[in-house]
């Protein structure tokens, strides 16, 4: 590997995490409206480790790895509260200058999307120079042999005569694979990919997936990874969040999570999906509709929808409650009896106060 | 065995669509064949399901069957009729279809009432109460209330624009429903919803439908028997539980295999098949499949495999088969 002019790396954090996220909150404005599009989301992510986001429109999955990234609209939104310290520092107390210098060099993303994030009259090649450049002191020669290399671990046939190819003379896994290229450009800690296969057919995501999973054994890079396939899950993520509403209502490794749901909406999300395995006559409906956002509310967000609701998750809404193994769940009905006699006690007082 | 009466019979149906190049695109340089050679046919009350992926044609064939576009070649029967473009009136209002976006394909201006009022109001005469009686039930079974009618579709979610939609689909009823991507664009809670509905008046009404979908899960969830299609040509075509449980064709199994599972014990198969979709316009000479086929041989890329009979309704376009089939 050359010697590069960049900034070593420090050391994870003493707990070994390399991103932790406390209470996150972004909300939206709208017509003098403040629309909770996150509430409160925690997010622990380890060296090496593919966390997955999932959830359904509008549930605020992108929102969260925005705001970390500093790309929400400045307008229309805001960050309420929440830190994310990565390194030791606070990414939201860095000033644009510096989370410049850690966006696209140890946090990069991708999204959806490929020919609608890749600049259509620029060459493969200098768009992923682009990126080397901006963060490193190379002789353009020497940028130009990197990103042939790039090119070529990313899997692309032929990567000398790619790289100076324009983005529409490529298809669309070949647009992602070189989007994955230019977040890889500076060897970043951490990948965050958007619905990185939503646009894809599956024999072409399952191509993406293999990639993401052989760049992270390879490199260890941490992904997060955000989604509304469970498959996509399933097949990629150590470890997964649910969410709804704005809020992570499970999580927990997928293993457990996918052997033992916990909430309602989480089982509700994997029944209802037919299977091409087997045939189900009926499918398991979760009744209602996706919730549009609504002003900050004081009972469980998945309440009007919820087949199991106790009167309880009218009043208050739960809190994210632990289940063995680091599975975690917000709901009632999986906070055991003790826990559900401490909450009313602290509703009580609460309530007298 | 009773004879069954075939809805719709598709034969060597062909869709060429020329390559321009030079000056004012005079020069033809090529012909993207969007739809090659198919045919199937399809009988009252089952579900035929074509699956496929991004530029396989499986779109361009449910336009071509309701007239969207002009065939090159090849016959479309509905009815035992000319249909397509050729079709009457008649017959027009027999065939209906159901689209993928459910925000595109309805008109913003237009009411419910409006919106489902339309096909009746086009292909027959009814009379304002008559239409009346003939939209309420049909709202009812779509799971719609009766105040929908006086909304407009902005007021809808996705959900229930496509339930708008697979009424107004209904309202002529139809001898023929052609559904594309119907399920696509929505979330997978309602997708559900969807799908649930759509297996009830499939039941209900003994529906005739062309479902078109790019997700095995889907098609194995609605059809009755299934096409599989590739660069515009027929791969496979077998009853569901054959096709899934016995696929025959080497890209049946691999779009099968690519599928990912919601299950984390299961372990990864990785990529199962290497390479692109071969642009349409640069399709390969022989089997269109050959240049990723896992099995491809000499044959395989000079010779186009027809579709093998393999007894049972099953049908695998490739050569592996050539010896099995059925004579």
Redesign the interface.
């Known amino acids: 590997m050359k010697k590069q002019n960049t900034v070593q790396p420090e050391a994870p954090a003493k707990d070994g995490k390399l991103l932790t996220v406390t209470g996150l909150k972004t909300y939206y404005y709208s017509g003098g409206r403040a629309l909770p599009a996150v509430d409160g989301v925690d997010l622990e992510l380890r060296p090496g480790e593919i966390v997955g986001i999932v959830g ?2 509008g549930c605020g999955k992108s929102t969260v790895v925005r705001t970390l990234m500093g790309l929400l609209d400045p307008v229309a939104a805001r960050r309420e509260a929440g830190q994310a310290f990565f390194h030791g520092r606070d990414l939201f107390s860095l000033k644009e200058k510096e989370l410049c210098r850690v966006r696209g060099r140890q946090i990069s993303m991708i999204f959806q999307n490929p020919l609608s994030a890749l600049d259509p009259v620029y060459t493969v090649g200098d768009q992923i120079m682009e990126m080397i450049l901006l963060h490193e002191k190379l002789p353009r020669r020497q940028a130009r042999q990197r990103a042939v290399e790039l090119l070529r671990e990313v899997n692309i046939p032929s990567p000398e005569l790619r790289v100076d190819q324009y983005p529409h003379e490529l ?4 647009q992602q694979r070189v989007m994955i290229a230019i977040a890889l450009a500076c060897r970043p800690e951490i990948l965050i990919a958007d619905e990185p296969t939503t646009a894809l ?7 993406i ?2 990639l993401l ?1 052989q760049l992270r054994d390879r490199l260890g890079i941490a992904v997060i990874l955000i989604t ?8 990629l ?1 150590d470890r997964m969040m649910v969410m709804y509403g704005g809020v992570v209502v499970e999580e927990g490794s ?2 457990r999570v ?2 033992a749901p916990r909430h309602p909406y989480t089982r ?3 029944a ?6 087997e ?2 006559e ?5 009744p209602g ?2 919730p549009a956002l609504e002003a900050p509310v004081q009972r469980c967000r998945f309440f009007g929808r919820c087949g199991c609701r106790i009167d309880r998750c009218g009043e208050k809404e739960p809190p994210l409650v632990q289940l063995e193994e680091g599975q975690r769940c917000r709901c009632w009905l999986a906070a055991g009896e003790e826990d559900q006699t401490a909450e009313r006690e602290e509703a009580g007082t609460v309530a007298d106060a | 065995m009773q004879t069954r009466e075939a809805v719709l019979e598709v034969e060597n149906l062909q869709k060429y669509y020329p390559v321009k190049k030079g000056l004012l695109l005079q020069r033809e340089i090529g012909r993207v064949r969007a739809v090659d050679q198919v045919s199937f046919c399809l009988y009252r009350g089952e579900t035929l399901g074509v699956i496929g ?2 530029g396989c044609g499986k779109t361009t064939l449910s336009r071509l069957i309701i007239g969207l576009e002009q065939p090159t070649g090849g016959e479309i029967r509905f009815l035992g009729q000319p249909a397509g473009r050729r079709m009457s009136a008649g017959l027009r209002q027999r065939m209906q279809m159901v689209f993928q976006d459910p925000y595109s394909s309805l008109d913003p201006r237009m009411s419910v009432r409006r919106i489902l009022e339309e096909p009746l109001r086009i292909h027959t005469r009814m009379t304002a109460k008559e239409k009346r009686q003939k939209i309420l039930p049909l709202l009812e079974q779509v799971g719609l209330p009766e105040e929908a009618l006086k909304k407009y579709p902005h007021e809808f ?1 996705g ?2 624009r496509q339930r708008i939609g697979i009424a107004r689909a209904l309202v002529t009823g139809p001898d023929l429903l052609l559904c594309d991507e119907p399920v696509s664009a929505l ?7 969807v ?2 509905l759509f ?1 009830q008046l499939q039941r209900r009404y003994a529906l005739t439908c062309l479902f078109v979908s ?1 997700d ?3 098609i ?2 609605v059809s009755d028997r299934v096409l599989v299609m590739y660069l515009g040509q027929v791969m496979e075509t077998a009853d569901k539980k054959t096709l ?1 449980e016995a696929p025959a064709h080497p890209y049946t199994k ?13 372990p ?6 290497e390479g ?2 071969p ?1 349409p316009i640069h399709a390969p000479e022989g089997c269109p499949f050959s240049t990723r086929c896992p099995h491809a041989q000499e044959r395989c890329r000079a010779q186009r495999p027809p579709l093998y009979d393999l007894g049972g309704g099953h049908a695998a376009a490739c050569h592996l088969y050539a010896e099995e089939a059925v004579r």
């Open positions: 359904e429109s298809s669309g896994g070949m057919d599956v024999t072409i995501q399952a191509q997936l293999e999973r509304h396939n469970m498959g996509v899950v399933a097949a993520c997928c293993r996918f052997a509700g999300l994997l209802a999906i037919p299977s091409a395995a045939d189900k009926v499918l398991y409906t979760i509709q996706v | 992926e991004s979610s959900g229930q979330d997978v809670s309602i997708q559900a919803q799908l649930n297996r790019h095995m899960s889907v194995r969830h899934f691999a779009l099968m295999q690519a599928v990912p599972v919601p299950d984390p014990t299961r990864a198969v990785g990529a199962v098949l692109e979709i642009s």
